[in-house]
């Protein structure tokens, strides 16, 4: 089952501009990840949230998280054309039995 | 270098033939796992293994088989009963059930029926 939507399903931005994409989510999590996925290959790992935490920085990558509205947000700042690729968040349930991956939003950046 | 090797990259299948993906992960997790992406989507889980000669279904089984012999390896065959098996097949790791659930990818094999 898909457990989070991402909004957008698409961004298109230029370079050096901020990016913004949403994630929700429909039952209690343990955390709250994001990853990537270049085109045709696999998926890293860029972030992760607990449910207790709010905000987190990592680099250039800001993510909140409001258990409230079962939501979380993934902010790129300055994007690079490098950061063309599509993103995905996933939770961890409460049980910690399985992560599940919502839709994505895919993002081009242009130079 | 610890990493999660999957194969064949691409893999051609005529229909009503059974296929294995392999996948063997260095990284010494104990769990694995095998996703399912169509074009646009995002990924669904087919099965999962916390601990060597265990497996659980996911929400997309019907069609595949697995097994988990070793640490190291968890292949998934396609089965002909798989409808529509068409597909980006992941696989995946992480440390162990309990733990924060970080997956470790493989580059993917893409299946094509023709």
């Known amino acids: 089952s898909q457990q989070g939507e991402e909004d957008p399903q698409a961004l298109s931005i230029q370079e050096g501009e901020n990016a913004t994409m949403n994630c929700s989510y429909k039952?209690?999590?343990?955390?709250l990840q994001w990853y990537r996925q270049n085109s045709g290959r696999g998926l890293v790992h860029l972030i992760l949230?607990?449910?207790?935490?709010r905000e987190k920085h990592s680099g250039r990558l800001r993510v909140t998280l409001d258990t409230s509205k079962k939501s979380s947000s993934l902010l790129i700042t300055a994007s690079r054309a490098a950061d063309t690729a599509s993103y995905f968040c996933a939770t961890l349930n409460t049980g910690f039995q399985k992560l599940v991956f919502g839709t994505g939003t895919r993002l081009l950046v242009s130079p | 270098d610890g990493g999660i090797t999957q194969s064949p990259k691409y893999l051609f299948r005529k229909e009503g033939q059974n296929v294995t993906l392999s996948c063997e992960q260095n990284l010494n997790h104990d769990a694995m796992y095998w996703y399912r992406q169509d074009p646009g989507q995002g990924l669904r889980l087919i099965y999962y293994s916390q601990i060597v000669n265990d497996f659980q279904k996911g929400d997309i089984a019907e069609g595949y088989s697995v097994s988990r012999e070793k640490k190291e390896s968890f292949p998934l065959t396609v089965t002909s009963a798989q409808k529509n098996p068409t597909a980006f097949y992941l696989c995946?790791?992480?440390?162990?059930?309990?733990?924060?659930?970080?997956?470790?990818f493989g580059e993917g094999s893409r299946l094509t029926v023709l």
């Open positions: 949230i607990r449910s207790n935490e």
């Open positions: 039952t209690s999590i343990n955390n």
């Open positions: 995946a790791s992480s440390v162990a059930q309990g733990s924060n659930g970080e997956l470790f």
